[in-house]
Structure formats: structure tokens, C-alpha cells
């Protein structure tokens, strides 16, 4: 019902910026937070960042002051800005979007996910 497609991921040296994107369809009246998650080879999926239909945000503390949330409720998207990546960013990303039964961790819906690789 509820579809999620991600876009932005890439390789990207240390240091280096880089903006994921996720645009929802279906269903998007039901979803009541959006997210990133990322997976490293060998480690468990960990929440990266969230951010509800109000604006309230949840953050990582290995991505707090570098990574940055948002939303564009016309686009029915939202973003991920991260900067100053690091290799131990490298991860593949994955978009979420959750009911308000999972609240700031949303993990109802995912998208395909996307390789983000940083590396020199």
C-alpha cells in the first residue's frame, strides 16, 4: 500500500556531502513517521535518522551535527543530508515509513535501499 522508492546514493570521498532522497506513494495518509536506516556488511540495521508528518526529529548520536532530516510534504519526500562522511558511513541505506505505533522508528514500509560508499 505503501510504496517507497530511494535516490541519491553513490560513492563519495572522506569529508565529502551527498543527499538521499525517498519519495513515498500509495497510502501516504497512514504513514505517520519517515526514516533512514543503513546496514553495514556484518551489522545489525541501525536507525539513522526519522522525522514525523509533524516535524519532530530523531537522530543517531553517530550522525548528530552531520546529518540532517527533512521532509517536502508537496513531494511527499524526504531527504537525508549527510555531511562529512566518513568510511564508517559506508552502508547500504534504507528508506522507512512507519504507522504511529512504531513512532520515531518507523518500520512498517521499506525501500529497496541504496550503497552509499565512502571511500578514497
Known amino acids: 500500500q505503501v510504496q517507497l522508492v530511494e535516490s541519491g546514493g553513490g560513492l563519495v570521498q572522506p569529508g565529502g556531502s551527498l543527499r538521499l532522497s525517498c519519495a513515498a506513494s500509495g497510502s501516504i495518509r497512514s504513514i505517520y513517521a519517515m526514516g533512514w536506516y543503513r546496514q553495514a556488511p556484518g551489522k545489525q540495521r541501525e536507525l539513522v535518522a526519522a522525522?514525523?508528518?509533524?516535524?519532530?526529529?530523531n537522530y543517531a548520536d553517530t550522525v548528530k551535527g552531520r546529518c540532517t532530516i527533512s521532509r517536502d510534504n508537496a513531494k511527499n519526500t524526504v531527504y537525508l543530508q549527510m555531511n562529512s562522511l566518513k568510511p564508517e558511513d559506508t552502508a547500504v541505506y534504507y528508506c522507512?515509513?512507519?504507522?504511529?505505533?512504531?513512532?520515531?522508528?518507523?518500520?512498517?514500509?521499506w525501500g529497496q535501499g541504496t550503497q552509499v560508499t565512502v571511500s578514497s
Open positions: 522525522i514525523t508528518s509533524g516535524g519532530t526529529t
Open positions: 522507512s515509513a512507519g504507522s504511529p505505533l512504531t513512532g520515531l522508528r518507523p518500520r512498517d514500509y
